[in-house]
């Protein structure tokens, strides 16, 4: 009982009341991030590295084909894995101007199936880097990250977490909104 009368009579800010305790419209304003949604933009980045990594990869092996004109089909064959591994990067921004144009990218399953393609295509024609291990190393460490993403996002797919995570989005913009217009 000594605890609630110290704390039933303190309405006042300058007379003491405890300082761990907010006021309702602080209290109000403080809330929790979604931890299931901080965990799906961190694996966002994760797979925009993986994707960013094959990029790289690509762009020296066909730099590496078209200079000892080995095989122009492999240089021409990596400069399309580039441009397909820009548009998985681009897919995990989510901007509203690319899941307008592109709804396959939208769906999570399209998204992994698309990451898994950019990885084969990254770890195409191995035979010719036999000369140039560090080379071969990082195209499989890319690949693999890549296809590693690409499964996850195929599964998480199939389970409809996508769609749990559109649904929790929406929720935060309106809740955002509902603060705003509060203020």
């Known amino acids: ?7 039933g009579g303190d309405t006042d800010a300058g007379s003491g009341a405890d300082p761990t305790r907010h006021p309702p419209a602080a209290a109000a304003r403080v809330r929790r991030a979604d931890t299931f949604l901080i965990c799906c933009r ?3 980045v994760i797979t925009s590295l993986a994707a ?5 990869v690509n762009v020296i092996s066909a730099v590496h084909s078209f200079r000892n004109a080995s095989d ?3 240089g ?3 400069c399309y894995a580039v441009i397909i591994a820009v548009f998985v990067v681009v897919a995990e921004t989510e901007w509203e101007f690319v899941t307008k144009f592109s709804k396959i ?11 898994i393609f950019v990885a084969v295509m990254t770890r195409a ?8 291990q560090e080379l071969f190393l990082l195209q499989s460490i890319a690949s693999y990250l890549l296809i590693a993403c690409g499964v996850v996002y ?3 797919g199939i389970f409809c977490i996508g769609m749990v995570k559109r649904a929790r989005q929406k929720k935060e913009v309106t809740r955002e909104q509902a603060a705003k217009d509060l203020e």
């Open 76 to 78: 021409i064959f990596r």
């Open 52 to 56: 960013i990594l094959c990029i790289a």
């Open 42 to 44: 961190g694996f966002s």
């Open 125 to 132: 024609y191995p035979e010719y880097l036999k000369d140039h």
């Open 72 to 74: 122009i089909f492999d």
């Open 154 to 156: 195929v599964f998480s």
């Open 1 to 7: 009982m000594e605890g609630e009368s110290s704390r």
């Open 105 to 115: 990218l939208e769906y999570w399953a399209g998204r992994g199936m698309l990451q």
